[in-house]
């Protein structure tokens, strides 16, 4: 009974992650590290009350530790690898790829995989931790950040713009330069696109949904967006759940370029889709179609 109650206390918190899923995170954050030095792994995910094991696995096969912690004081090579964690109520986490490496210089990264919106964090590290200065970060070859003392650099909220190939160059003794390490950027959701319900132009007096489009990352199925609708510069709709915007009877003076906005409930990831010319046709007597323009003329 109490591991039913523990499953449905467990709620999903916004639909954002899978909540029986375990999450293994590293203090300090790096992903790899050098040969002889300390990292933590810390795993979290629903226990039923009064049992804390937690089973690891390194390149799937499991190792002996059953506490949530997993500490390695001294790092060797031979412990890297892809690392998982299960707790009793959990499914495996997702893996973290931990690399532990010598070399002189050595480009840390917080995560390999991101969800568009979270923060990417790079320190160029070297060996021992000796200084170095004059600090270059480069993404696909090309230097993006000079740092002349400080060797870590954050990029806030990452997008697709931020996937490739990131290494680091400094100056100790010599001008070193580190390996190379990927990153990948998942876009959470598609560029919206605004659709009609009818195919246009509109006849005045016509009913049409104009909905906004997109496609969530399927990891991320459950997550809310928040939908603008506008026409031109005027806000129609203001960040409403529904995705659809509905014009009952269009008049002509409905006729405008239209375009949304998908957003995040946290605001962090926002995008605009292209805009959508929306014409509006007057009926006249004799039943031709005709558009604004076209009648003005008629009107002059
Ligand atoms: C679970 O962990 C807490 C502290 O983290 C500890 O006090 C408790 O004794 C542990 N329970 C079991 C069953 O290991
Ligand atoms: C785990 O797999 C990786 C990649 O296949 C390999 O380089 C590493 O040595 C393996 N680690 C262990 C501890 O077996
Ligand atoms: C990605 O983020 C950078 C800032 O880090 C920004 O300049 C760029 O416009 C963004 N690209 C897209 C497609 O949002
Ligand atoms: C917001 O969306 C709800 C349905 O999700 C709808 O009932 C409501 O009318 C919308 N509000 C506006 C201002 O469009």
């Known amino acids: 009974m109490w591991l039913l109650t523990a499953l449905l206390l467990w709620v999903p918190v916004g639909g954002q992650v899978d909540p029986t899923k375990a999450?293994?995170?590293?203090?300090?954050?790096?992903?790899?590290?050098?040969?002889?030095?300390?990292?933590?792994?810390?795993?979290?995910?629903?226990?039923?009350?009064g049992d804390n094991s937690t089973r690891w696995f390194l390149n799937g096969t499991a190792i002996q530790t059953s506490t949530s912690k997993y500490s390695i004081t001294a790092a060797r090579v031979s412990e890297s690898g892809e690392y998982r964690c299960q707790t009793g109520l959990s499914?495996?986490?997702?893996?973290?790829?931990?690399?532990?490496?010598?070399?002189?210089?050595?480009?840390?990264?917080?995560?390999?995989?991101?969800?568009?919106?979270?923060?990417?964090?790079?320190?160029?590290?070297?060996?021992?931790?000796k200084p170095v200065y004059n600090v270059l970060f480069y993404?696909?070859?090309?230097?993006?950040?000079?740092?002349?003392?400080?060797?870590?650099?954050?990029?806030?909220?990452?997008?697709t713009s931020h996937n490739g190939v990131y290494h680091c160059s400094g100056l100790g003794r010599h001008r070193y330069t580190s390996e190379g390490v990927t990153v990948t950027v998942k876009e959470l959701f598609s560029v919206p696109v605004l659709r009609a319900s009818?195919?246009?132009?509109?006849?005045?007096?016509?009913?049409?949904?104009?909905?906004?489009?997109?496609?969530?990352?399927?990891?991320?199925?459950?997550?809310?967006?928040?939908?603008?609708?506008?026409?031109?510069?005027?806000t129609l709709v203001d960040r409403n759940a529904s995705s659809k915007y509905q014009i009952l009877a269009a008049r002509r003076e409905d006729s405008g370029s239209y375009w949304c906005e998908a957003v995040t409930e946290d605001g962090n990831v926002l995008k605009r889709s292209?805009?959508?010319?929306?014409?509006?046709?007057?009926?006249?007597?004799?039943?031709?179609?005709?558009?604004?323009e076209k009648r003005l003329p008629f009107l002059l």
């Open 91 to 129: 499914v495996p986490s997702d893996p973290v790829q931990l690399e532990i490496r010598r070399d002189w210089l050595l480009l840390q990264i917080s995560s390999r995989v991101f969800t568009e919106g979270e923060p990417l964090t790079l320190r160029c590290h070297a060996w021992k931790s």
């Open 139 to 159: 993404q696909n070859g090309k230097a993006f950040q000079f740092s002349p003392r400080n060797s870590e650099f954050t990029i806030q909220k990452t997008n």
């Open 198 to 234: 009818l195919s246009l132009p509109l006849l005045e007096g016509n009913l049409v949904t104009l909905s906004c489009e997109t496609t969530l990352l399927p990891e991320r199925a459950g997550l809310q967006l928040y939908y603008s609708f506008y026409v031109g510069s005027k």
């Open 23 to 49: 999450v293994i995170t590293l203090q300090p954050p790096w992903v790899s590290v050098f040969q002889d030095e300390q990292v933590t792994l810390l795993c979290e995910g629903p226990q039923p009350p």
């Open 274 to 292: 292209p805009a959508l010319e929306l014409q509006v046709l007057g009926e006249r007597e004799d039943g031709l179609l005709l558009t604004r």
